[in-house]
Protein backbone atom coordinates (compact mmCIF):
# COMPACT_ATOMS: atom_id res chain seq x y z
CA UNK A 1 0.00 0.00 0.00
CA UNK A 2 1.39 3.38 -0.68
CA UNK A 3 2.67 6.13 1.93
CA UNK A 4 -0.02 8.74 2.32
CA UNK A 5 0.99 11.95 1.63
CA UNK A 6 -0.66 15.70 3.45
CA UNK A 7 -1.38 18.32 1.50
CA UNK A 8 -3.34 21.88 2.16
CA UNK A 9 -5.17 23.18 -0.45
CA UNK A 10 -5.27 26.72 -1.18
CA UNK A 11 -7.71 28.98 -3.16
CA UNK A 12 -7.94 32.48 -4.32
CA UNK A 13 -10.79 34.87 -5.88
CA UNK A 14 -9.37 38.49 -6.43
CA UNK A 15 -12.63 40.23 -6.31
CA UNK A 16 -16.08 40.46 -4.88
CA UNK A 17 -17.75 39.91 -8.50
CA UNK A 18 -16.46 36.45 -8.50
CA UNK A 19 -17.83 35.63 -4.79
CA UNK A 20 -21.41 34.14 -6.51
CA UNK A 21 -19.83 32.36 -9.17
CA UNK A 22 -18.02 28.51 -8.71
CA UNK A 23 -14.55 30.04 -9.06
CA UNK A 24 -13.89 28.31 -5.62
CA UNK A 25 -15.82 25.38 -6.88
CA UNK A 26 -13.90 24.99 -10.48
CA UNK A 27 -10.49 24.99 -8.40
CA UNK A 28 -11.61 22.57 -5.44
CA UNK A 29 -12.79 20.21 -7.72
CA UNK A 30 -9.56 20.25 -10.01
CA UNK A 31 -6.94 20.20 -6.98
CA UNK A 32 -9.26 17.15 -5.60
CA UNK A 33 -8.95 15.27 -8.52
CA UNK A 34 -5.49 16.06 -8.93
CA UNK A 35 -4.40 15.06 -4.85
CA UNK A 36 -6.41 11.65 -5.69
CA UNK A 37 -4.60 10.90 -8.66
CA UNK A 38 -1.35 12.03 -6.82
CA UNK A 39 -1.90 10.06 -3.48
CA UNK A 40 -2.32 13.27 -1.28
CA UNK A 41 -4.57 13.19 1.84
CA UNK A 42 -6.10 17.46 1.59
CA UNK A 43 -6.22 17.93 5.21
CA UNK A 44 -6.21 21.54 5.48
CA UNK A 45 -8.58 23.85 3.15
CA UNK A 46 -7.24 27.48 2.73
CA UNK A 47 -8.66 30.57 0.81
CA UNK A 48 -8.85 34.38 0.42
CA UNK A 49 -12.13 35.99 -0.87
CA UNK A 50 -11.47 39.38 -3.05
CA UNK A 51 -7.86 39.88 -2.13
CA UNK A 52 -5.27 41.25 -4.21
CA UNK A 53 -2.50 38.19 -5.68
CA UNK A 54 0.18 41.01 -5.45
CA UNK A 55 0.56 41.45 -1.72
CA UNK A 56 0.74 37.83 0.26
CA UNK A 57 0.83 40.03 3.76
CA UNK A 58 -2.48 40.97 3.49
CA UNK A 59 -3.95 37.41 2.59
CA UNK A 60 -5.19 36.02 5.53
CA UNK A 61 -5.95 32.45 4.26
CA UNK A 62 -2.46 32.03 3.14
CA UNK A 63 -0.83 33.78 6.25
CA UNK A 64 -3.05 31.11 8.35
CA UNK A 65 -1.85 28.42 6.03
CA UNK A 66 2.10 29.37 6.52
CA UNK A 67 1.29 29.35 10.20
CA UNK A 68 -0.14 25.51 10.36
CA UNK A 69 2.30 24.32 7.78
CA UNK A 70 4.92 25.27 10.53
CA UNK A 71 2.76 23.37 12.91
CA UNK A 72 2.59 20.29 11.25
CA UNK A 73 6.08 19.79 9.80
CA UNK A 74 4.46 16.46 8.21
CA UNK A 75 2.34 18.32 5.72
CA UNK A 76 4.59 18.38 2.79
CA UNK A 77 2.26 19.67 0.07
CA UNK A 78 0.71 22.98 -0.76
CA UNK A 79 -1.82 22.49 -3.92
CA UNK A 80 -3.06 24.95 -5.93
CA UNK A 81 -4.61 25.42 -9.26
CA UNK A 82 -2.84 27.74 -11.17
CA UNK A 83 0.16 29.78 -10.13
CA UNK A 84 -1.69 32.75 -10.47
CA UNK A 85 -4.11 31.89 -7.85
CA UNK A 86 -1.42 32.12 -5.35
CA UNK A 87 -0.07 35.02 -5.98
CA UNK A 88 0.91 37.85 -9.06
CA UNK A 89 4.45 39.31 -7.60
CA UNK A 90 6.94 37.29 -9.17
CA UNK A 91 9.33 38.68 -6.20
CA UNK A 92 7.30 37.49 -3.18
CA UNK A 93 5.94 34.30 -4.74
CA UNK A 94 9.87 33.15 -5.38
CA UNK A 95 10.73 34.17 -2.09
CA UNK A 96 7.48 31.87 -0.60
CA UNK A 97 9.04 29.06 -2.48
CA UNK A 98 12.65 29.44 -1.45
CA UNK A 99 11.31 29.27 2.00
CA UNK A 100 8.86 26.34 1.92
CA UNK A 101 12.06 24.55 0.04
CA UNK A 102 13.68 24.98 3.11
CA UNK A 103 11.48 23.02 5.19
CA UNK A 104 10.61 20.35 2.15
CA UNK A 105 7.25 21.36 1.09
CA UNK A 106 6.38 21.27 -2.42
CA UNK A 107 3.96 23.76 -4.04
CA UNK A 108 2.10 21.85 -6.95
CA UNK A 109 -0.22 22.76 -9.59
CA UNK A 110 -3.14 21.15 -11.06
CA UNK A 111 -0.79 21.12 -14.09
CA UNK A 112 2.05 19.52 -12.68
CA UNK A 113 4.19 21.54 -11.96
CA UNK A 114 6.55 21.18 -8.58
CA UNK A 115 8.78 23.88 -6.79
CA UNK A 116 10.78 21.46 -5.62
CA UNK A 117 12.15 20.03 -9.01
CA UNK A 118 14.61 21.89 -10.53
CA UNK A 119 13.46 21.20 -14.26
CA UNK A 120 10.24 22.93 -13.24
CA UNK A 121 12.15 25.86 -12.27
CA UNK A 122 12.42 27.63 -15.43
CA UNK A 123 8.74 27.16 -16.18
CA UNK A 124 8.00 28.37 -12.83
CA UNK A 125 9.64 31.61 -13.20
CA UNK A 126 8.16 32.10 -16.35
CA UNK A 127 4.35 31.55 -15.39
CA UNK A 128 5.26 34.01 -12.04
CA UNK A 129 6.69 36.47 -13.89
CA UNK A 130 3.42 36.10 -16.75
CA UNK A 131 1.04 36.49 -13.70
CA UNK A 132 2.88 39.65 -13.09
CA UNK A 133 2.77 41.25 -16.57
CA UNK A 134 -0.88 40.13 -16.31
CA UNK A 135 -1.81 42.13 -13.78
CA UNK A 136 0.38 45.02 -15.30
CA UNK A 137 -1.55 44.60 -18.10
CA UNK A 138 1.34 43.42 -20.17
CA UNK A 139 -0.19 40.18 -21.12
CA UNK A 140 -1.22 41.82 -24.37
CA UNK A 141 2.62 42.22 -25.35
CA UNK A 142 3.49 39.14 -24.29
CA UNK A 143 0.89 37.39 -26.80
CA UNK A 144 2.64 39.54 -29.65
CA UNK A 145 6.11 37.81 -29.11
CA UNK A 146 4.78 34.41 -28.99
CA UNK A 147 2.37 34.63 -32.34
CA UNK A 148 5.70 36.05 -33.39
CA UNK A 149 7.49 32.95 -32.31
CA UNK A 150 4.50 30.56 -33.16
CA UNK A 151 4.48 31.59 -36.91
CA UNK A 152 8.10 30.85 -37.31
CA UNK A 153 7.30 27.09 -35.52
CA UNK A 154 9.27 28.34 -31.97
CA UNK A 155 8.97 25.95 -28.95
CA UNK A 156 6.65 28.70 -27.06
CA UNK A 157 8.27 28.02 -23.60
CA UNK A 158 7.67 25.62 -20.95
CA UNK A 159 8.94 21.72 -20.79
CA UNK A 160 8.69 19.92 -24.08
CA UNK A 161 6.32 16.99 -24.92
CA UNK A 162 8.20 13.52 -23.47
CA UNK A 163 10.31 12.25 -26.68
CA UNK A 164 11.47 16.07 -27.67
CA UNK A 165 14.47 18.31 -26.93
CA UNK A 166 14.84 21.80 -27.94
CA UNK A 167 17.36 22.85 -30.52
CA UNK A 168 19.61 25.88 -30.29
CA UNK A 169 17.02 27.23 -32.95
CA UNK A 170 14.24 26.71 -30.66
CA UNK A 171 12.84 24.00 -32.32
CA UNK A 172 11.90 20.88 -31.29
CA UNK A 173 14.13 18.13 -32.16
CA UNK A 174 13.43 14.29 -31.75
CA UNK A 175 15.11 13.05 -28.62
CA UNK A 176 16.20 9.42 -29.64
CA UNK A 177 16.57 7.96 -25.95
CA UNK A 178 12.60 8.72 -25.33
CA UNK A 179 11.12 8.59 -28.49
CA UNK A 180 11.17 4.93 -28.67
CA UNK A 181 9.10 5.01 -25.82
CA UNK A 182 6.61 7.31 -27.12
CA UNK A 183 5.88 4.82 -30.41
CA UNK A 184 5.09 1.57 -28.01
CA UNK A 185 2.98 3.99 -25.90
CA UNK A 186 0.85 5.08 -29.06
CA UNK A 187 1.31 1.13 -30.25
CA UNK A 188 0.23 -0.52 -27.62
CA UNK A 189 -2.77 1.64 -26.92
CA UNK A 190 -3.97 1.54 -30.43
CA UNK A 191 -3.73 -2.46 -29.84
CA UNK A 192 -5.99 -2.06 -27.08
CA UNK A 193 -3.39 -2.26 -24.07
CA UNK A 194 -4.65 -1.04 -20.56
CA UNK A 195 -2.93 2.18 -19.18
CA UNK A 196 -2.03 -0.32 -16.26
CA UNK A 197 0.00 -2.23 -18.99
CA UNK A 198 1.51 0.19 -20.78
CA UNK A 199 3.22 1.54 -17.36
CA UNK A 200 3.98 -1.84 -16.51
CA UNK A 201 6.37 -1.97 -19.40
CA UNK A 202 7.79 1.32 -19.29
CA UNK A 203 8.72 1.07 -15.73
CA UNK A 204 10.17 -2.56 -16.29
CA UNK A 205 12.20 -0.77 -19.49
CA UNK A 206 13.19 2.03 -17.14
CA UNK A 207 11.63 4.86 -18.42
CA UNK A 208 10.76 7.49 -16.52
CA UNK A 209 9.20 10.91 -17.30
CA UNK A 210 11.44 14.54 -17.40
CA UNK A 211 11.01 14.61 -13.06
CA UNK A 212 12.46 10.90 -12.73
CA UNK A 213 9.60 9.10 -11.75
CA UNK A 214 7.23 6.63 -12.85
CA UNK A 215 4.42 7.50 -15.65
CA UNK A 216 0.75 7.63 -14.05
CA UNK A 217 -2.24 7.13 -16.08
CA UNK A 218 -2.78 10.82 -16.98
CA UNK A 219 1.03 11.24 -17.86
CA UNK A 220 -0.09 8.52 -20.27
CA UNK A 221 -3.12 9.96 -21.50
CA UNK A 222 -1.53 13.49 -22.42
CA UNK A 223 0.71 11.76 -24.51
CA UNK A 224 -2.07 10.07 -26.22
CA UNK A 225 -3.70 13.40 -26.99
CA UNK A 226 -0.79 15.18 -27.93
CA UNK A 227 -1.04 15.70 -31.87
CA UNK A 228 2.75 17.31 -32.06
CA UNK A 229 3.69 13.77 -32.07
CA UNK A 230 2.44 13.05 -35.35
CA UNK A 231 4.26 16.30 -37.02
CA UNK A 232 1.25 18.92 -36.09
CA UNK A 233 2.86 22.23 -34.44
CA UNK A 234 -0.19 24.16 -32.35
CA UNK A 235 -0.18 27.10 -30.16
CA UNK A 236 -2.42 29.09 -28.02
CA UNK A 237 -4.93 25.53 -28.46
CA UNK A 238 -6.05 26.63 -24.97
CA UNK A 239 -9.22 28.62 -24.14
CA UNK A 240 -8.62 32.07 -22.42
CA UNK A 241 -9.88 32.69 -19.01
CA UNK A 242 -13.57 32.99 -18.70
CA UNK A 243 -15.78 35.67 -16.92
CA UNK A 244 -14.56 34.63 -13.99
CA UNK A 245 -10.82 34.66 -14.38
CA UNK A 246 -10.44 30.78 -14.61
CA UNK A 247 -9.50 28.73 -17.29
CA UNK A 248 -10.34 24.75 -18.27
CA UNK A 249 -7.63 23.70 -19.47
CA UNK A 250 -9.60 21.09 -21.45
CA UNK A 251 -11.27 23.43 -23.32
CA UNK A 252 -9.83 24.38 -26.59
CA UNK A 253 -10.41 26.76 -29.05
CA UNK A 254 -12.50 26.51 -32.09
CA UNK A 255 -9.48 28.59 -33.67
CA UNK A 256 -6.14 28.31 -33.03
CA UNK A 257 -2.55 28.60 -34.88
CA UNK A 258 -1.56 25.13 -36.11
CA UNK A 259 0.54 23.74 -38.80
CA UNK A 260 0.38 20.26 -40.06
CA UNK A 261 4.16 18.83 -40.21
CA UNK A 262 5.43 22.06 -38.35
CA UNK A 263 7.13 19.57 -35.88
CA UNK A 264 9.03 16.23 -36.94
CA UNK A 265 6.41 13.51 -35.99
CA UNK A 266 7.53 10.40 -33.95
CA UNK A 267 4.19 8.12 -35.10
CA UNK A 268 2.20 8.12 -38.15
CA UNK A 269 -1.02 10.21 -38.93
CA UNK A 270 -2.52 6.60 -39.38
CA UNK A 271 -1.22 5.34 -35.87
CA UNK A 272 -2.46 8.99 -33.90
CA UNK A 273 -6.37 8.76 -35.95
CA UNK A 274 -6.28 5.28 -34.67
CA UNK A 275 -5.58 6.03 -31.01
CA UNK A 276 -7.99 8.78 -30.85
CA UNK A 277 -10.64 6.57 -32.11
CA UNK A 278 -9.93 4.44 -29.21
CA UNK A 279 -10.21 7.06 -26.87
CA UNK A 280 -13.14 8.47 -28.41
CA UNK A 281 -14.79 5.22 -28.37
CA UNK A 282 -13.97 4.40 -24.37
CA UNK A 283 -15.19 8.13 -23.61
CA UNK A 284 -18.39 6.73 -25.09
CA UNK A 285 -17.99 3.32 -23.14
CA UNK A 286 -18.08 5.75 -19.68
CA UNK A 287 -21.12 7.54 -20.73
CA UNK A 288 -22.88 3.95 -21.65
CA UNK A 289 -22.14 2.52 -18.66
CA UNK A 290 -24.22 5.50 -17.44
CA UNK A 291 -26.97 5.48 -19.36
CA UNK A 292 -30.43 4.24 -18.99
CA UNK A 293 -29.64 1.03 -20.36
CA UNK A 294 -26.93 -0.18 -18.23
CA UNK A 295 -25.22 -3.46 -19.08
CA UNK A 296 -22.68 -4.34 -16.49
CA UNK A 297 -21.10 -7.33 -18.66
CA UNK A 298 -20.94 -5.95 -21.86
CA UNK A 299 -18.07 -6.46 -23.65
CA UNK A 300 -17.54 -9.34 -21.57
CA UNK A 301 -19.73 -12.19 -22.88
CA UNK A 302 -19.00 -14.87 -26.28
CA UNK A 303 -21.22 -17.07 -27.43
CA UNK A 304 -19.00 -20.29 -26.45
CA UNK A 305 -20.29 -22.09 -29.95
CA UNK A 306 -18.92 -19.59 -32.56
CA UNK A 307 -16.67 -17.54 -30.58
CA UNK A 308 -18.36 -13.52 -31.25
CA UNK A 309 -19.04 -11.44 -28.39
CA UNK A 310 -22.61 -11.07 -27.42
CA UNK A 311 -23.99 -7.93 -26.93
CA UNK A 312 -27.05 -6.31 -25.30
CA UNK A 313 -30.43 -5.45 -26.62
CA UNK A 314 -33.57 -3.83 -26.07
CA UNK A 315 -36.76 -5.72 -26.41
CA UNK A 316 -40.08 -5.50 -25.28
CA UNK A 317 -42.68 -8.23 -24.68
CA UNK A 318 -45.96 -7.55 -23.48
CA UNK A 319 -46.28 -10.11 -20.39
CA UNK A 320 -48.05 -8.00 -18.20
CA UNK A 321 -51.24 -8.46 -16.61
CA UNK A 322 -52.17 -4.67 -17.81
CA UNK A 323 -51.31 -6.18 -21.41
CA UNK A 324 -48.63 -3.22 -21.33
CA UNK A 325 -44.96 -3.51 -22.70
CA UNK A 326 -42.42 -4.29 -20.86
CA UNK A 327 -38.24 -3.81 -21.54
CA UNK A 328 -36.49 -6.74 -21.26
CA UNK A 329 -32.61 -6.81 -22.29
CA UNK A 330 -31.42 -9.68 -24.17
CA UNK A 331 -27.56 -10.96 -24.86
CA UNK A 332 -27.42 -12.15 -28.28
CA UNK A 333 -25.25 -12.46 -30.87
CA UNK A 334 -26.37 -14.23 -34.96
CA UNK A 335 -25.70 -17.87 -34.55
CA UNK A 336 -28.84 -19.66 -34.27
CA UNK A 337 -27.49 -22.50 -32.47
CA UNK A 338 -27.63 -20.01 -29.03
CA UNK A 339 -30.64 -18.77 -27.50
CA UNK A 340 -30.87 -15.12 -26.28
CA UNK A 341 -29.83 -15.05 -22.59
CA UNK A 342 -32.16 -12.92 -20.31
CA UNK A 343 -29.61 -9.76 -19.33
CA UNK A 344 -31.00 -9.54 -15.55
CA UNK A 345 -30.77 -13.57 -14.93
CA UNK A 346 -27.06 -13.94 -16.36
CA UNK A 347 -25.62 -10.77 -14.84
CA UNK A 348 -27.39 -11.70 -11.42
CA UNK A 349 -25.99 -14.75 -11.69
CA UNK A 350 -22.09 -13.68 -12.01
CA UNK A 351 -22.26 -10.93 -9.91
CA UNK A 352 -23.58 -13.73 -6.87
CA UNK A 353 -20.82 -15.99 -8.24
CA UNK A 354 -18.18 -12.98 -7.69
CA UNK A 355 -19.94 -12.21 -4.38
CA UNK A 356 -19.35 -15.58 -3.08
CA UNK A 357 -16.51 -15.99 -4.07
CA UNK A 358 -14.56 -12.78 -3.07
CA UNK A 359 -16.13 -12.79 0.28
CA UNK A 360 -15.65 -17.06 0.59
CA UNK A 361 -14.48 -17.57 4.42
CA UNK A 362 -11.10 -18.40 2.92
CA UNK A 363 -10.81 -14.65 1.46
CA UNK A 364 -11.65 -13.16 4.57
CA UNK A 365 -8.89 -12.64 6.54
CA UNK A 366 -7.24 -10.97 3.83
CA UNK A 367 -9.88 -8.52 2.76
CA UNK A 368 -10.40 -7.60 6.80
CA UNK A 369 -6.43 -6.80 6.29
CA UNK A 370 -6.51 -4.99 3.53
CA UNK A 371 -9.27 -3.19 4.61
CA UNK A 372 -7.88 -1.77 7.79
CA UNK A 373 -4.84 -0.99 6.24
CA UNK A 374 -6.57 1.07 4.19
CA UNK A 375 -8.20 1.98 7.20
CA UNK A 376 -5.36 3.33 9.22
CA UNK A 377 -3.82 5.18 6.50
CA UNK A 378 -7.30 7.42 6.11
CA UNK A 379 -7.29 7.29 10.36
CA UNK A 380 -3.66 8.97 10.16
CA UNK A 381 -4.98 11.76 7.71
CA UNK A 382 -8.02 12.35 10.16
CA UNK A 383 -5.66 12.75 13.23
CA UNK A 384 -4.03 15.65 11.55
CA UNK A 385 -6.91 17.31 10.59
CA UNK A 386 -8.15 17.30 14.18
CA UNK A 387 -4.57 18.45 15.59
CA UNK A 388 -5.07 21.68 13.07
CA UNK A 389 -8.55 22.32 13.75
CA UNK A 390 -7.39 21.89 17.66
CA UNK A 391 -4.50 24.44 16.69
CA UNK A 392 -7.45 26.77 15.75
CA UNK A 393 -9.20 26.15 18.86
CA UNK A 394 -6.87 27.47 20.48
CA UNK A 395 -6.16 30.44 19.06
CA UNK A 396 -9.16 31.83 19.12
CA UNK A 397 -9.57 30.59 23.14
CA UNK A 398 -6.80 32.65 24.07
CA UNK A 399 -8.42 35.54 21.65
CA UNK A 400 -11.96 34.59 24.05
CA UNK A 401 -10.09 34.27 27.35
CA UNK A 402 -8.52 38.03 27.01
CA UNK A 403 -11.73 39.49 26.34
CA UNK A 404 -13.36 38.11 29.17
CA UNK A 405 -10.59 39.32 31.07
CA UNK A 406 -11.08 42.61 29.84
CA UNK A 407 -14.95 42.35 30.50
CA UNK A 408 -14.52 41.25 34.04
CA UNK A 409 -12.53 44.06 34.81
CA UNK A 410 -15.55 46.20 34.01
CA UNK A 411 -14.30 47.32 30.83
CA UNK A 412 -16.66 45.65 28.50
CA UNK A 413 -18.66 47.26 26.40
CA UNK A 414 -21.48 45.94 23.58
CA UNK A 415 -19.22 45.73 21.18
CA UNK A 416 -16.59 43.35 22.88
CA UNK A 417 -19.53 40.89 24.48
CA UNK A 418 -20.66 40.87 20.54
CA UNK A 419 -17.02 39.29 19.90
CA UNK A 420 -16.90 37.36 22.62
CA UNK A 421 -20.36 35.74 21.54
CA UNK A 422 -18.69 35.13 18.25
CA UNK A 423 -15.84 33.74 19.08
CA UNK A 424 -17.73 31.15 21.50
CA UNK A 425 -19.90 30.31 17.97
CA UNK A 426 -16.57 29.54 16.24
CA UNK A 427 -15.38 27.40 18.93
CA UNK A 428 -18.70 25.08 19.09
CA UNK A 429 -18.26 24.59 15.52
CA UNK A 430 -14.76 23.73 15.55
CA UNK A 431 -15.75 21.17 18.42
CA UNK A 432 -18.46 20.10 16.62
CA UNK A 433 -16.41 19.45 13.23
CA UNK A 434 -13.95 17.43 15.99
CA UNK A 435 -16.47 15.43 17.14
CA UNK A 436 -17.64 14.30 13.45
CA UNK A 437 -13.63 13.70 12.72
CA UNK A 438 -13.55 11.29 15.16
CA UNK A 439 -16.65 9.47 14.30
CA UNK A 440 -15.45 8.87 11.15
CA UNK A 441 -12.40 7.21 12.43
CA UNK A 442 -13.13 3.54 11.87
CA UNK A 443 -11.57 -0.12 12.56
CA UNK A 444 -13.36 -2.74 10.48
CA UNK A 445 -14.90 -6.32 12.10
CA UNK A 446 -16.10 -9.63 10.55
CA UNK A 447 -19.55 -7.52 11.12
CA UNK A 448 -18.25 -5.06 8.71
CA UNK A 449 -17.43 -7.59 6.15
CA UNK A 450 -20.77 -8.87 6.44
CA UNK A 451 -22.71 -5.70 6.18
CA UNK A 452 -20.03 -4.89 3.07
CA UNK A 453 -20.95 -8.78 1.31
CA UNK A 454 -25.23 -7.57 1.65
CA UNK A 455 -24.29 -4.35 0.14
CA UNK A 456 -22.13 -6.08 -3.13
CA UNK A 457 -24.68 -6.76 -5.07
CA UNK A 458 -26.97 -3.96 -4.91
CA UNK A 459 -23.77 -1.76 -5.65
CA UNK A 460 -22.50 -3.28 -8.66
CA UNK A 461 -26.35 -3.21 -9.68
CA UNK A 462 -26.96 -0.01 -9.37
CA UNK A 463 -24.27 2.48 -8.81
CA UNK A 464 -23.29 2.96 -12.40
CA UNK A 465 -19.75 4.46 -12.16
CA UNK A 466 -16.19 4.20 -13.19
CA UNK A 467 -14.96 2.55 -9.80
CA UNK A 468 -17.61 -0.07 -10.73
CA UNK A 469 -16.33 -0.54 -14.17
CA UNK A 470 -12.91 -0.65 -12.81
CA UNK A 471 -13.96 -3.39 -10.86
CA UNK A 472 -15.33 -5.74 -13.15
CA UNK A 473 -12.56 -5.07 -15.66
CA UNK A 474 -10.07 -6.06 -12.76
CA UNK A 475 -12.17 -9.09 -12.00
CA UNK A 476 -14.01 -11.00 -15.17
CA UNK A 477 -11.99 -11.86 -17.85
CA UNK A 478 -13.94 -13.68 -20.35
CA UNK A 479 -17.51 -15.12 -20.05
CA UNK A 480 -19.01 -17.66 -22.59
CA UNK A 481 -22.64 -18.68 -22.83
CA UNK A 482 -23.86 -21.72 -24.47
CA UNK A 483 -25.28 -25.21 -23.06
CA UNK A 484 -23.04 -23.79 -20.07
CA UNK A 485 -21.85 -20.43 -18.46
CA UNK A 486 -18.43 -20.57 -17.91
CA UNK A 487 -17.10 -17.60 -16.18
CA UNK A 488 -13.28 -17.25 -16.29
CA UNK A 489 -11.63 -14.57 -13.33
CA UNK A 490 -8.71 -12.22 -14.06
CA UNK A 491 -7.00 -13.10 -10.60
CA UNK A 492 -6.71 -16.54 -8.67
CA UNK A 493 -9.46 -16.08 -5.77
CA UNK A 494 -9.22 -18.26 -2.82
CA UNK A 495 -12.48 -20.65 -2.50
CA UNK A 496 -13.21 -22.80 0.98
CA UNK A 497 -14.89 -26.10 0.48
CA UNK A 498 -17.89 -24.86 0.96
CA UNK A 499 -18.09 -22.46 -1.10
CA UNK A 500 -17.06 -24.53 -4.18
CA UNK A 501 -20.17 -27.24 -3.30
CA UNK A 502 -22.43 -24.09 -4.13
CA UNK A 503 -21.15 -24.30 -7.89
CA UNK A 504 -20.75 -27.72 -8.30
CA UNK A 505 -24.37 -28.46 -6.80
Given at each position: ?K ?23 A ?63 A ?26 N ?22 Q ?55 EK ?57 D ?10 I ?18 K ?10 P ?13 L ?31 N ?114 T ?6 H??D?I??I ?7 E ?25
Amino acid sequence: MKEKKFGFMYRRISSHNQIGNNSFDAQKEAIQEFAAENNIKIVGDYMDTAKTGTVIRSRVGFQNMLNDLKKHPEVKYIIIHFLDRSNRNARDFLNVIYDLELTGVHVLTTTGLDSMNPEDRPRILDEAVAAEKYSLRLSQETMKGLTVNAKEMLHNGGVPPYGYTVGQDRKLHIDPSKSPAVERIFNMYATGMSYEKIIEWLDKNDYKTARGESFRKTSIKSILENEKYCGNYFWNKRAGKDFRGMRNSHRLKDDYFHVEGGVPAIVSKELFNKVQNRLSDNKNKIRSHNGKNFYPMNGRIYCSKCGKPLQGKVQYSKTNKNNEPVKQYKYSCDCPEVKTVNEKYLDDMIIYGLRECIFSPANLEELLTMLNEYSESENQGIDLQIAILQGKKSDIKKRHDNLMDVVEKGNGNKSIIAQIEKLQGEIEAIEEKICVYEASKKVFTTEDLASIRLMFTDYVRETHNEDVINFIDDTVEKIEVGDYIEVKLKKNIKVDSNTKKIFNN
